[in-house]
């Protein structure tokens, strides 16, 4: 059975594709491939993560066995353990590389394999399609957890407290912590769930953790910052007002929110919020990156304080390697995956948190207000998406199709650009797009516009579903 590395990692549902024997394999394949690809400055080294899923700890246990087999030294989470928290703890051990067990945002059935550079960040493509060719080229090795933990081939360690520090160190704590700000942390049953409540303790602020239970069915969602996903912690904020809710995914490496109560914040109005936090506030210089999918308010943002823009394909991976290549003020992609200069080269949906929290504690205000600051200077900007099934053999003929034919203009508003480098996406005079892109390992189309108003996103997303009928 082929394994392949989608947007961000090996995803498949438990028990009929991810199976202990394939997480071996691949654990198997990744050892060779470090062997044979040593970094420098870094030791033959792993740190191996997981989160809330069903039987995580028992795959990332396997894992472990794999590498300790291999000969490798294997640091072991003691439990569930948020993504960035595990990418920190590669880049400060100077490890080889990561391992996280999560299949972060998707249905409670599925689980995943995220891959983790000697940098911190997530594997680049080629390194993913490298370890690809390495699976099945040499017989799975293993040694059992005890005699690895007897060796000292495997420690088990809990890595959030070096992660935690470094949070306090990347924002102004002093600030947040004497800011008496009252917040909600809606943790959608995932690994984020206590983090605000462990790194703000004996501050004033006051933290109502949500969902904070560990289900490996998520209450019945999919664990992804989106409203649909907002509904209980939404009508409880409705009943208890806060100052904020702050949002993270099943694995806590992406962050989305709500106001104080219960009104939706989405990702791009997050992202933009941010943003000007680093600009205005922090007085930050330097190249802005996001993913094509991400508000056009950015690019507006971009231009009004003259900082150079860098656009690339969906997925964290692509915003990494910009993050490496060094003076970027802020990293950002439409799922709520945010970077920042001095961290890892890596989403933190804590470290994006904490940096709302310090801009509600600079600003002093609503973060009502602080929207509506940002679109009267830039404008209203609405967003929309869906997901539609659509076959994989049908997918290609389709892009071509989208690339050959693309409308005259969108809503009222002429076209000026297509971009075909990840899907295709218009783009129109008025800065309303819509974009059509395939999931990177499922028969997923998926459907995204934005423009001045719901309505107009609801008629760019129904004109995507017309397209996808005409191949």
């Known amino acids: 059975?082929?394994?392949?590395?989608?947007?961000?990692?090996?995803?498949?549902?438990?028990?009929?594709?991810?199976?202990?024997?394939?997480?071996?394999?691949?654990?198997?394949?990744?050892?060779?491939?470090?062997?044979?690809?040593?970094?420098?400055?870094?030791?033959?080294?792993?740190?191996?993560?997981?989160?809330?899923?069903?039987?995580?700890?028992?795959?990332?246990?396997?894992?472990?066995?794999?590498?300790?087999?291999?000969?490798?030294?294997?640091?072991?989470?003691?439990?569930?353990?948020?993504?960035?928290?595990?990418?920190?703890?590669?880049?400060?051990?100077?490890?080889?590389?990561?391992?996280?067990?999560?299949?972060?945002?998707?249905?409670?059935?599925?689980?995943?394999?995220?891959?983790?550079?000697?940098?911190?960040?997530?594997?680049?493509?080629?390194?993913?399609?490298?370890?690809?060719?390495?699976?099945?080229?040499?017989?799975?090795?293993?040694?059992?957890?005890?005699?690895?933990?007897?060796?000292?081939?495997?420690?088990?360690?809990?890595?959030?407290?070096?992660?935690?520090?470094?949070?306090?160190?990347?924002?102004?704590?002093?600030?947040?912590?004497?800011?008496?700000?009252?917040?909600?942390?809606?943790?959608?049953?995932?690994?984020?769930?206590?983090?605000?409540?462990?790194?703000?303790?004996?501050?004033?602020?006051?933290?109502?953790?949500?969902n904070g239970d560990h289900d490996p069915l998520f209450g019945g969602i999919n664990p992804e910052p989106i409203e649909k996903n907002y509904g209980r912690s939404a009508a409880f904020l409705k009943k208890h007002p806060h100052d904020i809710c702050l949002v993270t995914d099943g694995d806590a490496d992406r962050v989305g929110g709500m106001d104080g109560h219960g009104g939706y914040l989405s990702t791009h109005q997050i992202i933009c919020l941010l943003l000007h936090h680093f600009i205005v506030n922090r007085k930050g210089r330097g190249r802005v990156v996001k993913a094509l999918t991400t508000t056009s308010m950015v690019d507006k943002m971009c231009a009004a304080y003259g900082l150079e823009l860098t656009e690339t394909g969906v997925g964290f991976k692509y915003m990494a390697a910009e993050m490496l290549k060094g003076g970027v003020l802020l990293a950002a992609e439409e799922s709520g995956g945010i970077g920042f200069p001095g961290h890892i080269p890596e989403r933190d949906g804590i470290a994006a948190g904490l940096m709302l929290l310090e801009l509600l504690a600079t600003e002093r205000v609503s973060v009502n207000k602080l929207v509506a600051n940002l679109e009267k200077q830039f404008g209203p900007h609405r967003y929309g998406r869906i997901d539609t099934r659509f076959p994989l053999e049908k997918r290609d003929a389709l892009m071509r199709f989208l690339q050959k034919n693309p409308p005259a203009k969108l809503l009222r508003s002429p076209l000026v650009a297509m971009k075909s480098y990840d899907g295709v996406k218009f783009i129109a005079e008025d800065s309303s797009w819509l974009m059509l892109r395939g999931s990177g390992t499922e028969p997923i189309l998926r459907i995204y516009a934005e423009t001045s108003s719901d309505a107009g996103v609801q008629k760019l997303l129904k004109a995507g579903v017309l397209l996808t009928r005409q191949v």
């Open 1 to 210: 059975m082929s394994i392949k590395f989608g947007t961000d990692g090996w995803r498949a549902v438990i028990a009929e594709e991810f199976t202990f024997a394939n997480v071996e394999r691949v654990s198997q394949a990744a050892a060779d491939y470090w062997v044979a690809n040593p970094a420098p400055g870094a030791g033959r080294k792993v740190i191996i993560g997981y989160d809330r899923r069903f039987l995580s700890d028992a795959f990332g246990r396997r894992a472990a066995e794999v590498f300790a087999g291999n000969g490798y030294k294997v640091v072991l989470t003691p439990e569930p353990t948020p993504t960035p928290s595990v990418s920190f703890a590669v880049k400060d051990q100077s490890a080889i590389g990561g391992v996280m067990i999560t299949a972060s945002h998707n249905p409670p059935i599925f689980n995943g394999y995220k891959l983790k550079s000697h940098f911190g960040s997530p594997a680049d493509p080629a390194v993913c399609q490298a370890v690809e060719g390495f699976l099945d080229r040499n017989p799975v090795k293993t040694m059992s957890l005890a005699d690895g933990l007897r060796q000292k081939r495997i420690t088990i360690k809990d890595v959030r407290p070096a992660h935690y520090a470094a949070l306090r160190k990347l924002v102004d704590f002093k600030l947040i912590a004497k800011s008496k700000l009252r917040f909600a942390h809606e943790a959608l049953f995932g690994v984020g769930a206590g983090c605000f409540e462990q790194l703000l303790a004996g501050t004033t602020c006051r933290v109502t953790t949500l």
